[in-house]
């Protein structure tokens, strides 16, 4: 059983937030409200008068090993694939949020009623949502299962966004997490996640 | 990779969790309260229905607060279900729906004899005629043969509400404030110190002439010890964020700079019903308004401890 992850590479992310409108149409978001994407690029300057970078920083939901989301999700709602995956099922999900306020990446965000007559306007027959739910990123699964890559990892031009087996030691996401070039957001609140980033060298020489 | 933090407060779980917290903690503990006053202290029906009657409309208008936030409200049937509490162990909302369903099953079945004794309710239509159903009646008196049994049921899930309400914060990882042990404490004692606020207030007031002298010296003392006890956790806790990570000393910042917190909550809410009470144990009150005072202000204090509460747990995000 493949172990899904991520790695994204802050060096050559150029903020151009391909894989935000990638996501948004493979999975249907209420792309009306940006706060309402499964995932986002943060865009930061960085540094002092003249000597100023800026530094984009792609989040979505980490697929954590040990999710916080999960085990406050009282409806179970929220569970983990064998692979790795963390996924909503929305008819199961009540939307009492008590997974967004555990998450410490801010990766849940709410899909209303107001939303779903939104998107059946908008995405019109095709639009697949059949209640509402605390949405989140799903590592494209759909896609996943078929032997294709994310959306997003798929449209990104810096190839910033890579995905790959994290048991497959010929896997090249594998050995950028097993070298330690690739390394998780706040492991020590302790949720195991399986997206990893290489830091930004740019700014700092 | 951490060198940009932002930091961040919530804005899912507001005031209306807040008083969901608030109503659960104080219903559920007035019912317990009580219900053990009435079982090993001395026999109080008025106490009884009236704690009864706080827990059960309480947690209905607590309950109300969630379920009108919730996304899609038909799904809530999941956790009606017992099972959802084995299903999902490690979900307290879980566990404090079925303590909140069955706090209120069994404390209305422990208060029914006591209702069926009384004028009040049979002079109220529907319930005049549900009362008297033979049905009613039966359960009335087997409620009577297992009064203890019945009466621990209700106490021991109303006691699980009240925990329930702080461990529901604490299972949040990724704040300081919120994930620490004193949280728990600190939300059951203060829970059981405003029902006592509210029991005091009952019997200095509408019960004032049933209001035996004995229990209501010692809610006085036992509201004391708590209050007591909510400063010591308050200083642990203090201690712990002063000298913790960046998300507890800003969430320690927001709430000891804040007026509210620091004269509302802890001035008016803690310090000067303590010594209103103290002053009442050590050598009495010529008067109940002190006490009625001290009451309304640890009442109104409960309340605000679960406010900014809320408001003041800080997220550290890596961007
Ligand atoms: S990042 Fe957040 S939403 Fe995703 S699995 Fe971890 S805790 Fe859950
Ligand atoms: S909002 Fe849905 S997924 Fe999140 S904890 Fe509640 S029931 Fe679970």
New binding site residues.
């Given amino acids: 059983m493949p172990h899904f992850a991520m790695v994204i590479d802050l060096n050559t992310c150029v903020g151009c937030n391909a894989c935000m409108a990638a996501c948004a149409m493979e999975n249907q978001s209420p792309v009306w409200d940006v706060q309402k994407w499964r995932t986002y690029v943060h865009d930061k300057e960085i540094g002092l008068g003249s000597d100023v970078n800026r530094r984009f920083f792609p989040r979505l ?4 090993d040990n ?4 085990s406050v999700c009282p409806t179970g709602a929220t569970q983990k694939k064998e692979n790795g995956i ?1 996924f909503v099922d929305q008819d199961l999900c009540m939307g009492c949020r008590a ?1 967004a306020m ?4 801010h ?2 965000v709410p899909v209303t009623h107001a939303d779903m007559r939104k998107g059946r306007e908008f995405y019109g027959s095709d639009y697949h949502r059949t209640s509402p739910s605390m949405d ?1 990123c799903s590592f494209c699964d759909h896609r996943v299962e078929e032997g294709r890559k994310p959306a997003c990892v798929e449209t990104c031009v810096g190839s910033a966004r890579m995905f790959g087996d994290l048991d497959d030691p010929e896997d090249p996401v594998a050995q950028m997490v097993a070298s330690g070039a690739a390394r998780p957001l706040m492991p020590h609140i302790g ?1 195991r ?1 399986n997206v990893y980033y290489i830091d930004d060298i740019r700014w700092r020489s | 990779m951490e060198v940009n933090m932002t930091y961040a407060t919530q804005d899912i779980w507001t005031w209306w969790l807040a008083i969901y917290l608030y109503f659960g903690g104080l219903g559920a503990a007035t019912l317990a309260v009580t219900f053990l006053t009435d079982m090993y202290l001395k026999p109080s029906r008025d106490l009884v229905i009236w704690g009864a009657g706080a827990g059960v409309v309480l947690l209905a208008l607590g309950s109300l607060m969630l379920f009108g936030h919730l996304l899609d409200k038909v799904a809530v049937l999941t956790i009606l279900n017992p099972m959802a509490m084995f299903n999902q162990s490690t979900a307290w909302i879980a566990w404090g729906t079925q303590f909140i369903i069955w706090m209120m099953v069994w404390g209305v079945l422990y208060a029914l004899p006591y209702v069926r004794e009384t004028e009040f309710p049979k002079k109220v239509p529907v319930i005049k005629d549900l009362i008297d159903r033979p049905f009613v009646i039966g359960i009335s008196k087997l409620v009577n043969r297992f009064h203890r049994q019945v009466g621990w049921l209700a106490v021991v899930n109303g006691v699980g509400v009240a925990v329930y309400t702080g461990l529901l914060l604490q299972s949040f990882p990724a704040v300081a404030l919120w994930h620490n042990p004193a949280v728990p404490l600190l939300f059951t004692v203060s829970a059981f110190s405003t029902a006592m606020a509210f029991l005091l207030l009952l019997m200095y007031t509408l019960l004032h002439e049933q209001a035996d002298e004995s229990i209501r010296v010692l809610y006085e003392r036992i509201d004391l010890v708590l209050i007591a006890g909510e400063l010591v956790v308050l200083f642990s806790l203090y201690m712990y964020l002063k000298n913790g990570s960046e998300s507890a000393v800003r969430s320690l910042e927001l709430l000891w700079n804040d007026y509210g917190w620091m004269v509302g909550f802890i001035g008016f809410g803690l310090i000067v019903p303590f010594f209103l009470e103290l002053k009442g144990v050590m050598k009495g009150w010529s008067t109940r308004v002190p006490i009625i005072t001290a009451s309304v202000l640890v009442l109104a204090g409960g309340y605000m401890l679960r406010h900014y509460f809320m408001y003041a747990g800080v997220y550290a995000y890596p961007w």
Avoid: E, F, G
């Fill in positions: 939901c980490n697929h954590c999710p916080p989301c999960m963390v997974c555990a998450c410490p990446y990766a849940r989140k949720t996640p």
